[in-house]
């Protein structure tokens, strides 16, 4: 990546940015096409692989800055709160990646996309990103999680790999059907329907007066 990129003022960078984005988002990563992220930036195919060498690169670049999003939104969340019960750790988190992916809707399909690239240009890129991002979340509820509410031999480590698993396969089994049916990803009620779940692995795993 050409380091030039950083030296255009924030206006340009976030049209080429968004650009892609928006590119991207709206097919794979075979399809999507480098012509088309230049004209809708206002700028030649030429000048865009001046600032990023290959499509590889863009895409790269493209993944890490939404997850640097996310995560230091998440981050600065959780150093202002005073919330210790872990579920509403859960919940707030949630709300925020929610809440992030409303006001930027083309980085919300770019990362839904992207998560589950198959293509192996990329593949690569994606599973080592989410890592990272996963790790931070994980740290910023355990770090803070009250003990006391949890039934007698459950793990709050092993519960909330539990549930970034199920995140992951509900997430995945609510993309396929959406991209099947063409239908937009309606994030109010994938969350509420998430909640659900929440609500009853709760009911399992607290004490009786803490649920």
Known sequence: MNERFFSL???????????????????????????????RAGISKGLLFHYFESKRELYRYLYRHSAEILRDSML??????????FFALFIEGQQLKVDIMKEHPCLLAFILRAYYEENPTVSDVVAGQNTGLIDASRRAILERVDRRPFQEGVDPGKLLDLILWAADGFMRARFHRGRRSGDTVDLDALNAEFLECLALLKRQCYREEYR
């Open 9 to 39: 003022p924030a206006e340009r960078q976030g049209a080429i940015v968004n650009a892609a984005y928006a590119v991207f988002a709206a097919d794979s990563y075979r399809h999507a096409s480098t012509d088309d992220i230049a004209a």
């Open 76 to 85: 600065e969340r959780s150093s202002l709160g005073t919330e210790t019960d």
